[in-house]
């Protein structure tokens, strides 16, 4: 058998490959890729399975899931391509061995084009005139001959070859397609590329002298190896609106020698000349373009994956944001024209009664709000208020302030919510089906309500790009956007648990191994059949079996159920253990939930056997001394000056406090109560040089903040978060400040997501909405401007 005709083998593991890349143990990653074969969801691989792998995290087994893939893609191609070669006669043991030795897609590719069915080329239109004989001698570099006497033997008007130099074109065509389909030659050229190269941009004819968003990129250039990602996205987005133009560009010098040498040029012999003209005509005519799209679509993957961690991070602070708790809340949802809708929400977020007042049409109607919110208030005594902090929210929170105060309520926080996405969740399906006789602004009340309550519970139901977190999330790649925040979400979700009886059908959706139509079904059976009385019951629903049960149970809390354990997060499966414990201590199992000093009189080196290792036990024995302890921070209500509520009332130097709400590569976005958001650039964070902004503040940080400037005609706030001198222009430690980038320099415009109610610049789509006429004038307006404190 020769080597052409030798079977391709299909086994393939991809386990040792990744242990060796992630720097893993091999029994680890391959406990892993076997329980997600068997359709373990990673939550519950990361939390009830560390004995078997070794206590990986969450982010590692999602990483070895994405590498297998990956890898198990690569192979099913590879094989398909020995495949191909093969049944061409062409497989050669050295082709062979590079083929299977081949570590990307890219270099997988690149072996395969040569033998890659394609179109007519000038090539294959030379070889078709007989001139592949010519080009072999030019490709041999023979010592003998010369170019012009060997060229006219080919010269043939029939074959469409008329003179030597036609002759002579079509074998250097031939030779050209040989150099530029070489695997080496193209790797060197893509690495020299992504290394040394250049992303030039330029404005397009059509808006040469034209004044647009993206002037900062006029005239630019930058290193592909080191462009940030919020850059490149801003210039990508630039071309999509035809203002700007951007190329790749390269010296020929820096690679072009490098590429004759690996061709074999040996100058001075005859064929030398033709030999250099074919490698220089394969670099620019069919190398070139070829690189500068590969680079670009790496350098598009390299910069949505950057983007798509930012949202992600920011997307898993908010959602891990302190939650008021259980308890009954007023919500707001400010409005002028159409008045402020009120929604009362009970501990669970059912809703009790709603109402609309209205505070700018007069001195009439607003002393009709006071009497409404009284007899809210005083009928259902909440323990907070919850105003929305879009457009007049600021007025609203001052107005409810002071009537908490005057009926005896001081100790009733009124609190700001953001709004991002609330018009979303308003008009979706779900909302519609909690609340189907209900208007859609009396549903943003509720949502702000139960935000407050639980952020997490809540901003499950909207489609996190609607959120207001990300940064160019329209002009990333959507699937790759899709499946990370997903992730998030799954993983927030099931690292706080959720409450079995009072859960919604979306919420219930993100436990691990539930899903949406399930998810439905526990709802139903909910409503039809009362509260689950313990996690057994779960069983009882229609779909959810064994295998269900055991990725979903642990992730589920019973509180107030027959059995304890029900409201931690110690997996049913451990249950008979945890008896074992409290019958050695000789206490029932809820004497022993809670109680540290039982606890610490167990001996876990006791229980170690079978599957159950020290993770395990380390895992219970936590869970046993604070069952179902939430993971996230206490709840502390933001404070605002309630002198600053436009951004008109801003001032260079003044000091205010601000919540960050969205992090990107280059800074921090920061609401201090003025209806839109202002930028602390990276520079500005800290006094400390740091490079990425996470390294310093998360979403729903607090942050101490001056202002810079305000531009009031482009709704912009530049702060600074430095401890610097007031009215100090220098930098930290004496040193020259770092220029703060341009608006949309990088960044783009600010809001990015679909058109939503949140429309004050918080990243939700198109221009922050200006403020409504007649604003300056009304006489609630005039009421709060004349009782600043």
């Given at each position: 058998?020769?080597?052409?005709?030798?079977?391709?083998?299909?086994?393939?593991?991809?386990?040792?490959?990744?242990?060796?890349?992630?720097?893993?143990?091999?029994?680890?990653?391959?406990?892993?890729?076997?329980?997600?074969?068997?359709?373990?969801?990673?939550?519950?691989?990361?939390?009830?399975?560390?004995?078997?792998?070794?206590?990986?995290?969450?982010?590692?087994?999602?990483?070895?899931?994405?590498?297998?893939?990956?890898?198990?893609?690569?192979?099913?191609?590879?094989?398909?391509?020995?495949?191909?070669?093969?049944?061409?006669?062409?497989?050669?043991?050295?082709?062979?061995?590079?083929?299977?030795?081949?570590?990307?897609?890219?270099?997988?590719?690149?072996?395969?084009?040569?033998?890659?069915?394609?179109?007519?080329?000038?090539?294959?239109?030379?070889?078709?005139?007989?001139?592949?004989?010519?080009?072999?001698?030019?490709?041999?570099?023979?010592?003998?001959?010369?170019?012009?006497?060997?060229?006219?033997?080919?010269?043939?008007?029939?074959?469409?070859?008329?003179?030597?130099?036609?002759?002579?074109?079509?074998?250097?065509?031939?030779?050209?397609?040989?150099?530029?389909?070489?695997?080496?030659?193209?790797?060197?050229?893509?690495?020299?590329?992504?290394?040394?190269?250049?992303?030039?941009?330029?404005?397009?004819?059509?808006?040469?002298?034209?004044?647009?968003?993206?002037?900062?990129y006029a005239k630019f250039e930058e290193p592909v190896s080191s462009i940030p990602s919020h850059r490149f996205l801003a210039i990508r987005r630039g071309e999509n609106e035809g203002v700007l133009r951007a190329s790749i560009e390269l010296a020929a010098e820096v690679v072009l020698p490098k590429i004759e040498r690996m061709v074999g040029i040996v100058q001075g012999t005859p064929f030398a000349g033709e030999l250099t003209q074919a490698t220089q005509d394969a670099y620019k005519r069919l190398i070139v373009p070829s690189t500068q799209v590969d680079v670009r679509v790496e350098l598009k993957l390299r910069s949505d994956r950057a983007a798509v961690d930012v949202f992600a991070q920011n997307l898993r602070e908010l959602l891990l944001g302190a939650p008021f708790g259980p308890r009954t809340v007023l919500a707001i949802d400010p409005g002028q024209r159409t008045g402020c809708k009120c929604a009362m929400v009970d501990s669970t977020g059912k809703l009790l009664a709603h109402e609309t007042i209205y505070l700018v049409q007069g001195a009439e109607a607003t002393e009709r709000g006071k009497k409404v919110l009284r007899e809210l208030l005083g009928k259902h005594r909440p323990s907070a208020v919850a105003v929305g902090n879009g457009t007049h929210g600021r007025e609203t929170e001052l107005?409810?302030?002071?009537?908490?105060?005057?009926?005896?309520?001081?100790?009733?926080?009124?609190?700001?919510?953001?709004?991002?996405?609330?018009?979303?969740?308003?008009?979706?399906?779900?909302?519609?089906?909690?609340?189907?006789?209900?208007?859609?602004?009396?549903?943003?009340?509720?949502?702000?309500?139960?935000?407050?309550?639980?952020?997490?519970?809540?901003?499950?139901?909207?489609?996190?790009?609607?959120?207001?977190?990300?940064?160019?999330?329209?002009?990333?790649?959507?699937?790759?956007?899709?499946?990370?925040?997903?992730?998030?979400?799954?993983?927030?979700v099931n690292r706080v648990g959720v409450e079995l009886?009072?859960?919604?059908?979306?919420?219930?959706?993100?436990?691990?191994?539930?899903?949406?139509?399930?998810?439905?079904?526990?709802?139903?059976?909910?409503?039809?059949?009362?509260?689950?009385?313990?996690?057994?019951?779960?069983?009882?629903?229609?779909?959810?079996?064994?295998?269900?049960?055991?990725?979903?149970?642990?992730?589920?809390?019973?509180?107030?159920?027959?059995?304890?354990?029900?409201?931690?997060?110690?997996?049913?499966?451990?249950?008979?253990?945890?008896?074992?414990?409290?019958?050695?201590?000789?206490?029932?199992?809820?004497?022993?939930?809670?109680?540290?000093?039982?606890?610490?009189k167990i001996d876990p080196k006791r229980y170690q056997e079978g599957d159950v290792g020290s993770f395990t036990l380390q895992d219970i024995l936590s869970e046993l001394r604070k069952p179902g302890r939430d993971p996230r921070a206490t709840f502390e209500p933001p404070k605002f000056r309630d002198d600053v509520r436009t951004m008109e009332d801003l001032k260079p130097d003044m000091e205010l406090e601000g919540v960050v709400t969205n992090v990107t590569a280059f800074g921090a976005f920061v609401d201090i109560g003025v209806h839109q958001d202002g930028l602390v650039h990276v520079s500005k964070l800290t006094d400390?040089?740091?490079?990425?902004?996470?390294?310093?503040?998360?979403?729903?940080?607090?942050?101490?903040?001056r202002v810079l400037e305000v531009d009031l005609v482009r709704k912009r706030i530049s702060l600074t978060a430095r401890k610097e001198a007031s009215g100090n222009a220098g930098g930290a430690h004496g040193k020259p400040p770092q220029p703060q980038q341009p608006r949309n320099q990088g960044q783009g415009p600010r809001n990015q997501g679909p058109q939503g109610k949140n429309d004050r610049g918080r990243g939700q789509g198109g221009a922050p909405r200006p403020q409504e006429k007649g604003f300056t004038n009304n006489p609630f307006e005039k009421l709060l401007r004349n009782n600043k404190p």
């Amino acid at each position: 058998m020769t080597a052409s005709e030798a079977p391709v083998e299909n086994a393939f593991d991809p386990v040792p490959a990744i242990a060796e890349e992630l720097k893993l143990a091999p029994a680890a990653v391959r406990a892993v890729v076997k329980l997600l074969e068997e359709g373990a969801t990673v939550p519950f691989i990361a939390r009830y399975r560390k004995e078997a792998t070794g206590g990986l995290d969450e982010v590692q087994i999602r990483t070895i899931e994405e590498r297998r893939t990956y890898l198990l893609e690569l192979h099913e191609r590879r094989t398909a391509i020995l495949s191909e070669i093969s049944s061409q006669g062409k497989l050669t043991p050295e082709l062979k061995k590079k083929i299977e030795a081949a570590a990307t897609k890219a270099e997988l590719e690149d072996l395969y084009l040569p033998y890659k069915p394609k179109r007519r080329t000038r090539a294959t239109i030379a070889k078709e005139r007989g001139l592949e004989p010519l080009a072999n001698l030019i490709w041999s570099q023979a010592r003998e001959g010369h170019p012009l006497v060997n060229a006219a033997t080919y010269v043939d008007a029939a074959k469409e070859v008329p003179d030597v130099q036609a002759a002579l074109a079509g074998a250097r065509d031939i030779c050209a397609e040989r150099v530029a389909e070489q695997a080496e030659v193209r790797k060197l050229v893509r690495e020299t590329f992504a290394q040394h190269a250049s992303l030039s941009v330029g404005k397009t004819k059509d808006y040469a002298d034209k004044t647009t968003k993206f002037d900062a990129y006029a005239k630019f250039e930058e290193p592909v190896s080191s462009i940030p990602s919020h850059r490149f996205l801003a210039i990508r987005r630039g071309e999509n609106e035809g203002v700007l133009r951007a190329s790749i560009e390269l010296a020929a010098e820096v690679v072009l020698p490098k590429i004759e040498r690996m061709v074999g040029i040996v100058q001075g012999t005859p064929f030398a000349g033709e030999l250099t003209q074919a490698t220089q005509d394969a670099y620019k005519r069919l190398i070139v373009p070829s690189t500068q799209v590969d680079v670009r679509v790496e350098l598009k993957l390299r910069s949505d994956r950057a983007a798509v961690d930012v949202f992600a991070q920011n997307l898993r602070e908010l959602l891990l944001g302190a939650p008021f708790g259980p308890r009954t809340v007023l919500a707001i949802d400010p409005g002028q024209r159409t008045g402020c809708k009120c929604a009362m929400v009970d501990s669970t977020g059912k809703l009790l009664a709603h109402e609309t007042i209205y505070l700018v049409q007069g001195a009439e109607a607003t002393e009709r709000g006071k009497k409404v919110l009284r007899e809210l208030l005083g009928k259902h005594r909440p323990s907070a208020v919850a105003v929305g902090n879009g457009t007049h929210g600021r007025e609203t929170e001052l107005f409810v302030r002071e009537l908490l105060v005057a009926e005896g309520l001081k100790e009733v926080p009124c609190v700001p919510v953001s709004e991002a996405g609330a018009s979303v969740y308003s008009a979706s399906d779900v909302a519609r089906e909690e609340f189907p006789d209900l208007d859609l602004t009396v549903r943003g009340a509720i949502s702000i309500a139960r935000r407050l309550q639980d952020p997490l519970a809540e901003l499950v139901k909207i489609d996190p790009k609607s959120i207001g977190v990300g940064q160019y999330q329209h002009d990333v790649l959507q699937t790759l956007l899709a499946r990370k925040l997903d992730e998030v979400v799954e993983s927030c979700v099931n690292r706080v648990g959720v409450e079995l009886n009072t859960a919604s059908a979306p919420l219930l959706a993100r436990v691990a191994g539930i899903g949406a139509s399930l998810a439905k079904k526990i709802v139903e059976f909910r409503h039809a059949r009362g509260a689950f009385k313990d996690r057994r019951a779960l069983l009882e629903v229609p779909g959810v079996g064994p295998r269900t049960f055991e990725q979903a149970a642990g992730f589920l809390r019973i509180h107030g159920g027959d059995n304890p354990l029900d409201a931690s997060a110690v997996h049913p499966e451990r249950y008979p253990l945890v008896e074992r414990m409290a019958t050695d201590l000789g206490v029932p199992v809820g004497t022993l939930v809670g109680k540290g000093d039982l606890i610490d009189k167990i001996d876990p080196k006791r229980y170690q056997e079978g599957d159950v290792g020290s993770f395990t036990l380390q895992d219970i024995l936590s869970e046993l001394r604070k069952p179902g302890r939430d993971p996230r921070a206490t709840f502390e209500p933001p404070k605002f000056r309630d002198d600053v509520r436009t951004m008109e009332d801003l001032k260079p130097d003044m000091e205010l406090e601000g919540v960050v709400t969205n992090v990107t590569a280059f800074g921090a976005f920061v609401d201090i109560g003025v209806h839109q958001d202002g930028l602390v650039h990276v520079s500005k964070l800290t006094d400390r040089y740091v490079k990425d902004p996470n390294e310093v503040v998360k979403v729903g940080d607090k942050l101490k903040v001056r202002v810079l400037e305000v531009d009031l005609v482009r709704k912009r706030i530049s702060l600074t978060a430095r401890k610097e001198a007031s009215g100090n222009a220098g930098g930290a430690h004496g040193k020259p400040p770092q220029p703060q980038q341009p608006r949309n320099q990088g960044q783009g415009p600010r809001n990015q997501g679909p058109q939503g109610k949140n429309d004050r610049g918080r990243g939700q789509g198109g221009a922050p909405r200006p403020q409504e006429k007649g604003f300056t004038n009304n006489p609630f307006e005039k009421l709060l401007r004349n009782n600043k404190p």
